[in-house]
Every structure is written in C-alpha cells, then in structure tokens.
C-alpha cells in the first residue's frame, strides 16, 4: 500500500532554507523515530530537519523507517502491536519517499539483541533501493540505540559511511545499561561522523573518550512558518479556556513529568492546566488529579497535531515542561514562536534555549515546589511576546541545514 500524506494535517508550505551550491549527495535516512500516516507526530522532529535538508537543493534522500513487530497482538504484551497495524509499507512524506519495513522484536527481552534484529529487517529494502537506483553516498542515522548501532552495521554490509546523530535518551539513559552501553561506545568510536542535538550530549559522548572534534552539535531548529501567533482571544474561546491556563506537551509518559505540574497545582490557585499528548500514563494523570482534588483544572487534550498546536501554545498563559531528561525539546521553540514563554526544569538542553527572561524561567529542580516557584516568578513579570517571538527567531533551521551538508560533504571526501 502507498499512501501520500503532509504530516500532522498542515498543508505544503514553501520553506525558506536557501539553495545550497555544490554536489547533490544522496543520503539514507535510517531511523525507527519517523512519523507515518497511523502516527503523524512520532519524531516529527526527525522528519522536519530531514525536510528542510532537502529543500536546500544539496540532498537527495530516501527514508528507512522500521516498525518493530511481534506475533503476539496482544496491547498489554505487546506494546508495539498499534504501530505495525498502523504504518503502511511505503508512503510519501513532504515528497520524500518512507518505506517502513517490521522486524522482530520481542517485548521487554529484545532491548539488547535489537541492533541485530533491526539491521537483518532492514537489510532487504537496502539491497532493493540499491537495486533501483537509488545507490546512496551515505548513512544518515538518527537515535544512537538501536538505530545507530543497526546503521553502523549496514553500512559496513554495504560499504558507506555513516553518520550518526544523538538524541536524548539515547545517550543521557541507555548507556546506563551494560551491553547497550558498550556498543554506543564502540560505534561512537567508529562511526563516521556524530552529531548531537545539544552541547550537554556532546559532554557524554566526550566523558566516554571520543575526541571533540569528531562530534557536531546541530541543534534542532523550529519552523517559524507554522509556529506563530495566532489571535488569542479566539484560540482561547476555541479551546474554552477562561481561566489563566498553563500547558503541557509531550508524550504522557513518567519521564515528562507531567504528573509533577499536576502535583504543583494544589499550590497555584486560580490555574488550569491543559496536557496534550496521549500515551500510556492518561489514566494514572486522571486519577492523581482526582486524588489531589484538582480534576477540574485539568484538561487532558489528547493528541494534537502541529497544525493545531500553535493555538494552544498561544492560547497558554505559559508552557512548562518537568522532564527529568531531554536531549533538545522541540516544544519550548514551538512555544516561544508563538510568543508564550516557558517553565523548564534545568535538565540537559534546556539552559541553551532558556537564556532570557523574554523566553522563559529554569525550574531549579524536579519537586513539585520547584515547579511552583517557577511559575509564580513567570507568571509574576509579564513580558512582550513580539520580543519572545524574537528569541525564537534565532533558532530556524538554517544553520542545522548548512552544519549537516558541510560534514556530510567533508565525510564523503574523506571515504
């Protein structure tokens, strides 16, 4: 089946990433965090940077988005059952063909011998681009494990560099685990090129020995275009916000610490608090609002796409974000250009997108009070949103386009 669809219901628009002069490489974008028609939003992130790459005029590219599978259709035993009934085989995204092979992968017991299993899946629609015509230059691998260590592996199958690029959790968790560990190790010190989202995931792979000039910071940009205000008033009566409402997005899971801001509400009186995002933590986030008597100044929005979103980030009286671990959060940019400024905790790359008070507050911990006194002090000292606009103007894609040609390029010299 083929399906051709723009992601997260937004129309085409045209990109004002300039034409980049030079040869045109063509790369294989190889990464698991790629979104598809059952899930529009999964590593949108991933699929915008590739979008603005290739609007440059510089890259060609072809995407290999496996979907892990398992025979057991069962969502409590098998938590990626949703994803392989969802995904079609192949589809077209901004123009860029994705094909989504599956491959096997246990629940629970498949997180070490997943490299070898998602590299062995892939392996076949490799050999069938090749075939085909599309022989590309390099490797283009994004989330270090399993995506980057399968990447590694098909590329010396095949013979092409590879570049792999570090995400979050992918560095600043898994290696915690002994043999994943090791293995992002070793690939890090055999890959052809590295790239991190953020200075603070450079340090990690720099602590494990890997010298600092063979790792790029090329920090997510935000689309400008699609992230801007809108008029609040009527954002606001749309979502039927009348109360001073706070926001949070991201996937309901425990690491985004939504459950910490619902916490913090018994001590911010007279605040909402709206959560979009869906996941496997909803009916523990609706039962701690219940427990804490704050369930009706909670909104669980669900998922909302990007299309969207802009309307209740300019609706919010502010964004705020309680992850324990993020490599380069997206929604704090998306937020900023539609001129709301944000609450997050001082964890990895936030502080290099919080340096102002025109774009936000550092929460100084993980505690439900910490939280609290962050949003007093946000919500105490307003500020323009034109000049919160303005700080997130700084961050387009374009210097992550020209960061990403030029070492692909210097890598393909060298090979």
């Known amino acids: 089946m083929r399906t051709d669809v723009c992601m997260a ?79 079609p ?18 629940p629970k017991i498949g997180m070490t011998s997943a490299p070898l299993l998602l590299a062995g899946g892939a392996m076949g629609t490799l050999r069938r681009l090749i ?16 995506d ?10 095949f013979g092409k560099p590879v570049v792999i690029t570090a995400r979050g959790s992918d560095l600043n968790q898994i290696p915690a685990h002994r043999l994943p560990g090791w293995m992002i190790r070793r690939v890090a010190e055999r890959a052809d090129g590295l790239i991190t989202v953020s200075a603070a995931l450079k340090r990690v792979l720099l602590e494990m020995g890997i010298p600092d000039e063979r790792v790029t910071v090329l920090r997510n940009g935000v689309d400008l275009e699609l992230f801007a205000p809108v008029e609040r008033a009527s954002a606001r009566a749309e979502l039927g916000w009348r109360a001073p409402t706070l926001l949070s997005v991201g996937h309901l899971i425990e690491r985004k610490g939504h459950d910490r801001i619902i916490r913090a509400l018994p001590e911010l009186p007279g605040l909402h608090l709206a959560i979009a995002g869906s996941g496997p933590s909803r009916e523990s986030l609706d039962a701690l ?3 804490l008597g ?34 380069w959060a997206n929604v704090l940019l998306e937020a900023m250009a539609c001129g709301t400024r944000v609450a997050a905790t001082r964890v990895w790359g936030a502080p290099e997108v919080v340096t ?16 609290v006194v962050a949003v007093r002090d946000l919500l105490a000292r307003p500020a323009d949103p034109l000049a919160t606009r303005r700080h997130a103007e700084q961050f387009s894609w374009e210097a992550t386009t020209r ?3 030029r070492l692909f390029r210097e890598i393909l010299q060298r090979w």
Do not use: M
């Not at 980057?148 to 199958?157: D, E, K, T």
């Not at 909104?299 to 490599?327: N, W």
């Not at 102002?356 to 939280?371: D, F, H, M």
């Open 9 to 87: 219901g937004a129309a085409p628009r045209h990109l004002p990433t300039p034409h980049v002069d030079g040869p045109t490489v063509r790369i294989l974008t190889f990464s698991t965090l790629f979104p598809h028609a059952g899930h529009p939003v999964h590593g949108v992130f991933v699929a915008e940077r590739l979008r603005h790459l290739v609007a440059s005029g510089a890259v060609e590219s072809r995407v290999v988005a496996p979907i892990p599978w398992f025979p057991i259709t069962h969502p409590r035993l098998n938590p990626f059952v949703h994803l392989g009934t969802r995904a």
């Open 289 to 291: 609002a219940r427990e």
């Open 131 to 146: 075939a085909t015509g599309f022989d590309f230059d390099l490797i283009d691998a994004h989330y270090f494990y399993p």
């Open 294 to 327: 704050v369930a009706e100044r909670v909104q669980l929005l669900g998922e909302i796409p990007q299309a969207r979103l802009k309307r209740c980030y300019t609706a919010a009286d502010a964004l705020v974000l309680a992850s324990s671990r993020e490599g």
């Open 89 to 106: 085989a192949t589809e077209s995204i901004h123009g860029i063909q994705v094909t989504h092979p599956r491959y096997l992968l246990p």
């Open 148 to 157: 980057g260590i399968a990447a590694w592996l098909l590329g010396r199958q």
């Open 403 to 405: 960061g990403q040609i």
């Open 356 to 371: 102002t008070r025109e774009a936000g507050v550092l929460i100084e911990g993980l505690e439900p009070e910490a939280i």
